[in-house]
């Protein structure tokens, strides 16, 4: 049994390997070793696929949910099973979800944790789009953004800005489409946060890792914890808090994103937070929890913090 996404498939990781290999004429997948748990294959991605000794572990345990998850000791490469299919048949992602269907049985998975379709679609249709010349009425800058280490680049690629009064720090807010949704407000003196009544808690920043095709994402609670991270180099979401919604994970679980980076706050919600994430979240991407220094979040961390941190996954 192998699970991917919503789809229980019955049948076996070696029966699929010997499969690949077979509709490859033995180009990929030449030898197969079993060895605790996994299966030894000659890797795709390493050598022009003629490597002599199999060095590519792929999880055959039909107990896991990391079954059919592949990793390759010797060049790094990781995924899921769909992934590995796709390489070997040189056939796209959603081509290889068909070829499994095509070769097996399977059936759909009941997950009484996630809520059904009709609520992502209940969500859209009952969104407030903003016309983005609203926008304009906040275009300034603050000395309030640069205390908290944004730089002018970020600023204005993400369209901060501040009330005219100069009293509140403005985050336009997107959904995953890239329809204005919301316009947040951060208070400059004390920590008020003003989030749009009618605005779905969606995620900030996801619609430009989409736009940019990003596969590695990092996962901050924040606003300013988020854009941080890209002033960085690394290109995050904020979800609003610790909190994940099971709206939040829909969205994400619809993605073609690959792998996460947790970033949450090193206190009981944000450890709380993150467990959540990792229940709700697909089966077929990779999850790598970083446990932020005690009292501290991405947003004041500095550069070196935050790079020593990811550098030690």
Same mark, same amino acid.
């Given at each position: 049994m192998i699970k991917i996404h919503n789809l229980i498939f019955h049948t076996t990781v070696e029966t699929i390997l010997q499969l690949i290999r077979t509709e490859t004429n033995g180009e990929y997948l030449k030898k +197969?070793? =079993?060895?605790?748990?996994? @299966?030894?294959v000659t890797c795709p991605f390493h050598g022009d696929h003629n490597e002599n000794h199999p060095s590519c572990g792929v999880i055959s345990d039909s107990t896991s949910s990391m079954n059919g998850v592949y990793n390759c000791f010797t060049c790094g490469a990781k995924g899921s099973i769909i992934d590995l299919i796709s390489v070997c048949l040189r056939i796209d992602y959603s081509s290889a979800m068909v070829w499994m269907k095509n070769h097996f049985a399977y059936s759909k998975e009941? /997950?009484?944790d996630l809520l059904p379709e009709i609520t992502l679609e209940k969500e859209k249709e009952d969104k407030v789009i903003l016309d983005e010349s609203i926008l304009d009425e906040y275009s300034y800058f603050h000395p309030y953004m640069f205390e908290r280490g944004l730089t002018e680049e970020v600023i204005r690629k993400f369209r901060i800005g501040c009330t005219p009064e100069g009293d509140y720090i403005t985050f336009p807010c997107w959904d995953e489409d890239n329809n204005l949704i919301g !316009?947040? /407000? =951060?208070s400059v003196e004390g920590k008020e946060f003003i989030l749009p009544k009618n605005m779905p808690k969606s995620i900030y920043l996801l619609n430009f890792i989409l736009k940019e095709n990003i596969s590695t994402v990092y996962v901050c609670e924040g606003q300013f914890d988020a854009l941080k991270m890209w002033v960085y180099g690394y290109p995050a979401i904020a979800l609003f808090g610790a909190g994940t919604s099971k709206y939040q994970m829909q969205i994400l679980n619809s993605t073609g994103i690959r792998n996460y980076i947790l970033m949450y706050d090193n206190d009981q919600a944000g450890r709380k937070g993150a467990l959540r994430f990792k229940n709700l979240i697909r089966k077929d991407v990779f999850v790598t %929890? @970083? !446990?932020m220094? +005690?009292? /501290? %979040?991405c947003g004041d961390c500095t550069k070196q913090e935050i790079d020593n941190l990811l550098n030690n996954i």
């Open positions: +197969q070793n =079993r060895s605790a748990g996994n @299966i030894m009941v /997950k009484e !316009i947040c /407000k =951060r %929890d @970083i !446990i220094p +005690q009292g /501290k %979040d």
